[in-house]
């Protein structure tokens, strides 16, 4: 039986799942999400993201080949930080991906929701403050990164000493010092993205993959252990003795680049180049089997 066969197949037996179900199921109640890596979920998945070509022509779905569909149509194939594809973290970035992806399709909030999470009323004329709340998509940054900032506030309640509401501070300070940009939607959407990303890797709000060690120029004890993160950009934390770095993927003809503030880290198929510190030489890691 080809795909299409399956496919409709398939339809027919959902729809008198439905049948039964609506007649079985308090009228306005919600289906629950599938199980993840479900055959159910990979159907769900399969019908908002199509892995086939509208004919009926595709890869089995479930199966390593639609993954890897799947994943390119996402637009995060071959990033390191995606969890093997074996394993339920890859349904638990795939599932958190999608839907991601499917908020940005919903139609607007309306004006009452839809501003940013600071009182407009207050933001002076030519501010950075007017600036996002006359843009439609750097509000909802905004709504974003509240939403990221109270998660990682409870992640910090045992945090000593209480750093991350004055490092919030400062963000919002460095945010408001675009307007010295000669490129200011830019700088401002740029300070809320890099901000989102930075507190779900610190906290650690999304999957992740590692720790992977590297033995850097030949000495076992000369260790940098990396996490990789699904962000936006993606992101990574190194860490070298009691030093920690997090770095921003970076555009690379090959392999895995990433930049911190005065660290970075360049690998390719287990050999990474890492710079550690401002000014240091460059060192040879190997990845620790």
Known sequence: ?????????????????????????????????????????????DTKVTSGDGRGHGPDIGSDEWKGTIEFRLGVRGKPELPPRTSEDWCRAIDALVRARDAKTRPKATTATSGPTFDCR?????????????????????????????????????????????????????????????????????????????LQ????????????????DGNPANEVVVHYFVTEPSTMIAERGDSVSLMFQQPAASGAKYQGRN???????????????????????????
């Open 122 to 198: 207050k933001a002076k004329s030519g501010s950075i403050e007017a600036m996002i709340c006359g843009d439609a998509e750097l509000a909802a940054l905004d709504r974003k990164l509240a939403g990221v900032y109270a998660a990682a506030t409870a992640r910090a309640k045992n945090e000593r000493p209480p750093v991350l509401r004055a490092e919030q501070r400062g963000w919002v300070k460095g945010r408001d010092d675009c307007w010295k940009s000669n490129e200011q939607r830019g700088c401002v959407r740029d300070e809320y993205v890099r901000r989102i990303a930075e």
């Open 1 to 45: 039986m080809n795909r299409m066969m399956r496919g409709l197949a398939l339809a027919l037996g959902l729809l008198m799942a439905g049948v039964v179900h609506a007649a079985e199921s308090p009228a306005g109640a919600s289906p629950a999400a599938p199980p993840l890596c479900s055959e159910a979920w990979n159907r769900m998945i």
């Open 201 to 216: 890797a610190r906290y650690r709000l999304v999957p992740s993959r590692g720790p992977f060690r590297f033995a850097c």
């Open 263 to 289: 660290e970075s880290f360049w690998e390719h198929q287990g050999v990474a180049t890492i710079v550690w510190g401002y000014g240091a030489p460059e060192m040879r890691c190997t990845l620790k089997q």
